[in-house]
């Protein structure tokens, strides 16, 4: 059944790649659960002591916020920039493609430059390993969808769908991050409960949005890859969402229960 959605792998390469990526999404997010937390926004400054050696002392590093946001996502947005000069060619689904991861990597530049507001700062080492993660993602997103050029396509055609999904998903995660910009003002470091939009329901609906760019992609490009960093980028997700209604949970007495963390109703 899985195969009337999916283009036929490329080579065992590929297969090894996705499978790879999809581990290391769930272990990222399985990490958040247990308090191996990736340091920025609210858990930038966990466990300040662990480095132990010169070169961990270096990735224990800090930067400001916007720096470390603009680094975390520029190198994808430019890869995705870059795609359409090494990729010329190419059919719909594929230009489909390559202009989805660009405009998600360049909506969080301008997001980063222009909408957030920022308090605390981020750990080096997490900057590079999240901003690797994302370029090397937009890479070989576009790279396999590249390979399967002149491949026969799958039964059940998704990009049209997957199109809409997209849409929604980043229109939702681009409102979200407005309203959270709009909860203080440039002098204003604290944080507060969010409001407005769905964050009456859930603590992370931005989250919910962003896992929502991502299934979009994968219905655009039905590639095992794609679909399987969908899946893993929701469960890292999952795990970031708990554990940030846990840590609002513990900061205000007043924090209503019956928000969820990024399901509403359900989780």
Not at 41 to 52: G, L
Not at 183 to 202: A, C, H, N, T, W
């Amino acid at each position: 059944m899985f195969q009337s959605f999916v283009f036929e792998e490329p080579s065992s390469i590929i297969t090894a790649i996705t499978v790879v990526t999809f581990l290391f999404l769930a272990y990222l997010g399985f990490s958040e659960i247990i308090g191996k937390h990736l340091q920025y926004s609210k858990f930038w400054n966990v466990n300040p002591n662990s480095a132990s050696s010169h070169s961990s002392n270096f990735l224990q590093g800090k930067l400001s916020s916007r720096t470390g946001m603009f680094i975390l996502y520029a190198p994808a947005c430019v890869m995705g920039f870059a795609s359409f000069l090494l990729y010329p060619d190419g059919g719909t689904r594929f230009m489909m493609l390559k202009s989805a991861v660009t405009i998600h990597f360049l909506k969080r530049v301008l997001e980063v430059l222009f909408v957030h507001k920022y308090s605390g700062g981020m750990i080096l080492g997490s900057v590079l390993l999240i901003s690797s993660s994302y370029c090397m993602l937009a890479a070989v997103l576009i790279y396999i969808q590249h390979l399967n050029q002149g491949y026969t396509e799958p039964e059940i055609d998704l990009k049209s769908i997957g199109t809409l999904i997209f849409l929604v998903g980043i229109s939702g995660n681009f409102y979200h991050h407005y309203l959270l910009s709009k909860l203080r003002d440039s002098r204003e470091k604290g944080y507060k409960i969010p409001k407005g939009g769905l964050f009456s329901m859930v603590i992370c609906p931005h989250y919910l949005f962003e896992i929502l760019c991502f299934i979009g992609i994968s219905f655009i490009s039905q590639t095992t890859f794609s679909f399987c960093c969908a899946v893993g980028v929701a469960l890292y997700l999952s795990g970031r969402s708990y554990v940030t209604r846990k840590w609002y949970l513990s900061k205000f007495e007043n924090f209503p229960k019956n928000v969820k963390a990024l399901i509403p109703f359900v989780f």
